[in-house]
């Protein structure tokens, strides 16, 4: 079986390079970037602007190949990639929760960018507390991870 994706736009944001980029949104609060929709996709964003987040789904295109055993960048020890967020997985999909700050357009400003410069976009939905929001039991290893997402930046450690 075969999955093919069409890009329907471009995230923009400061960060040129992986290397000391956030790795998460939380840890990204307040850097601004856009979301350029591409032309044939742009009826789509009609009655977007009502949503104060958005989840973006798009694809790690700098991700150089797949590791399903991966040393994730908040802990020194490996783990299964699926238990991570790690880029370098089998079908290099990653999702942040962005602010829209406002549509002009086919251009989204956002803020809370945690990705890199030019990334393929492949869709966006509103976040939707009700949906999307869970109080949740466990978070494996991260519960004895040392470092919060906040905090750490990515050291290139998946090139």
Known sequence: MSITYEPIGLIRSPFAEIHDMPIQPIGARGIRGTVEVFTPF?????????FSHLILVYHFHRAPHSRLIVVPFLDEKQHGVFATRAPTRPNPIGLSVVKLMRVEG????????????GTPLLDIKPYVPAFDH??????????????????????????
């Open 106 to 117: 086919q251009v989204l400003e956002i803020e809370n960018v945690d990705v890199l410069d």
């Open 42 to 50: 742009a009826a789509g964003l009609q009655d977007l602007d009502g």
């Open 134 to 159: 869970f109080e949740v039991e466990r978070v494996g290893w991260l519960a004895a991870a040392g470092r919060s997402a906040g905090e750490a930046r990515s050291d290139g450690r998946f090139r």
